[in-house]
């Protein structure tokens, strides 16, 4: 019999720089293995961050909101998140808004928000935040880290908004870098480095962004099937991202993991043709890889 170590919990880092907030939160949902419902069996908070309570869900999930009750992140705040999924849990976690990253004061060091997150065997995570807001001035670097362990799935999305369009801001921050790295099995199996500069390189030129104005990356993983699963996987959800696409409004494409998963990719003009698009693509493949419905979290203010 084979016996499956569920994959040790990376600390968060030891040292967090000098700056305005220093906050840590630490999550760790696990199975109740006598109603086979999901709960946060701890937590370790720190405002401005903060989870008040996990809400069961019919399937035995638990949803949980990520608040910030600052309502922003300022100039030279550190935030640490650390969420840990234990076996055969299964968790939705969203935020309560958009995470709006303020204006960074001269001399200021810039705003960081590092994340670590563990799903165990036969585990499944479903982390659908809200879109990052800069605004003008802003500089921001984020960087996030995500270990699967043997059957564990994944849905996690992130979206970058331009600014505060209503107030005319359209890239008007001074630095925005977003750093992942997804292994499964210990292999490292995603990787991606961004870093936006638009008073230095012009993100509307034809070799970024072009006419588009937000961006969206969404990764959908399960650790067990055969690669010809994923093949057949992409195939069905590249006739979804064609219905998706619009010339001129939005622009979808897929690709298949070194292994264990598929990365989609949205460029559009307008924030409402993102959410609806990643709905739609999480709804079909949760059904081809869980045989289980999609259900978009409910909102807490």
Partial sequence: MEIVKEPERPALPAKVPSSRVRARIALDFRRDPSSGHTVLAASSQAPPLRVVRAFPLEDGSALA??????????????????????????????????????????????????????????????????????????????????????????????????????????????????????????????????????????????????????????????????????????HRLREVTRELTHPGRARWGISTLAAHGLVVRCLARHGRDVLPGLHALWSVSKLLLFGREAVPPRKVN
């Fill in 65 to 234: 909101h990520l608040h910030n009750v600052s309502g922003g992140l300022l100039g030279g705040d550190c935030l640490a998140l650390s969420v840990g999924v234990g076996a055969g849990a299964s968790v939705q976690l969203t935020t309560t808004g958009a995470t709006r990253i303020y204006r960074s004061p001269a001399n200021s060091s810039q705003t960081t928000q590092e994340t670590e997150i563990t799903v165990a065997q036969d585990a499944l995570l479903e982390y659908v935040p809200d879109p990052l807001i800069p605004y003008a001035g802003a500089c921001f670097s984020q960087r996030t880290t995500i270990h699967l362990a043997h059957g564990a799935g994944l849905y996690w999305w992130e979206i970058l908004a331009p600014g505060r369009e209503a107030r005319g801001e359209v890239f008007e921050y001074e630095r925005v870098e977003m750093r992942s790295e997804l292994t499964a099995l210990g292999r490292r199996i995603g990787a991606e480095r961004v870093r936006l500069e638009p008073r230095r390189r012009e993100l509307g030129s034809l070799a970024r962004l072009g006419a588009c104005r937000y961006w969206a990356t969404f990764y959908i993983c399960r650790v067990g099937p055969e690669f010809g699963v994923w093949l057949a996987a992409e």
